[in-house]
T-cell receptor
Framework: GAVVSQHPSRVICKSGTSVKIECRSL??????MFWYRQFPKQSLMLMAT?????????EQGVEKDKFLINHASLTLSTLTVTSAHPEDSSFYIC????????????FGPGTRLTVT | AQSVTQLDSHVSVSEGTPVLLRCNYS??????LFWYVQHPNKGLQLLLK??????LVKGINGFEAEFKKSETSFHLTKPSAHMSDAAEYFC??????????????FGTGTRLQVTL
């Protein structure tokens, strides 16, 4: 089956620094990747949708200058949390969607970000 | 617009007894519906999906769900719960229009507890 990886699985950073999270589709080409955020004991909230080679589309209320998304190739998307603050601490999950039917999304294992 | 409502935030069953997790949806288009499971600090695993084929959908680990258009429901069931089923379950709706990067909309989740 389709596999999506995320790196790192856990990261701790100091307030004010930036951290990059990678999302890779290992055995298929992902024309579209999605980034979600999940607070403890809550559901997943879509942050942004990125298509390979174009700018990401951010959901309402998500700061595009704070959460930088790059989808430079068909197998890699990155999320950079800039000038991180403790309130950015969360579980970040990516998903990748192939460009052929059935257009299913495959989820990565998630990245736990803790900002101290 | 699309939305999904999971009617129970927490369900507790005894091992070996049936499981019922309830989900109602709303969609402007013919929906695709999914159930995902998430174990603590893990990513999401697809249990099953409905995409306009058979209304009774069988998934992994003995789970199944029935799409009832008249009731706008997609309840998840399993005849006999196992301790390893304890996890968070998400009902998800999407209007998987061909060729579009359709968004997934997540329910708020149901935590399944399985007791001895």
């Amino acid at each position: 089956g389709a596999v999506v990886s995320q790196h790192p699985s856990r990261v701790i950073c100091k307030s004010g620094t930036s951290v990059k999270i990678e999302c890779r589709s290992l055995d298929f080409q992902a024309t579209t990747m999605f980034w979600y955020r999940q607070f403890p004991k809550q559901s997943l909230m879509l942050m942004a949708t990125s298509n390979e080679g174009s700018k990401a589309t951010y959901e309402q209320g998500v700061e595009k200058d704070k959460f930088l998304i790059n989808h430079a190739s068909l197998t890699l998307s990155t999320l950079t949390v800039t000038s991180a603050h403790p309130e950015d601490s969360s579980f970040y999950i990516c998903s990748a969607r192939s460009g052929v039917t059935p257009y299913e999304q495959y989820f990565g294992p998630g990245t736990r970000l803790t900002v101290t | 617009a699309q939305s999904v409502t999971q009617l129970d935030s927490h369900v507790s069953v005894s091992e070996g007894t049936p499981v019922l997790l309830r989900c109602n949806y709303s969609s402007s288009y013919s929906p695709s519906l999914f159930w995902y499971v998430q174990h603590p600090n893990k990513g999401l695993q697809l249990l099953l999906k409905y995409t306009s084929a058979a209304t009774l959908v069988k998934g992994i680990n003995g789970f199944e769900a029935e799409f009832k258009k008249s009731e706008t429901s997609f309840h998840l069931t399993k005849p006999s719960a196992h301790m390893s089923d304890a996890a968070e379950y998400f009902c998800v709706v999407s209007d998987l229009r061909t060729g579009t990067a359709s968004k997934l909309t997540f329910g708020t989740g149901t935590r399944l507890q399985v007791t001895l």
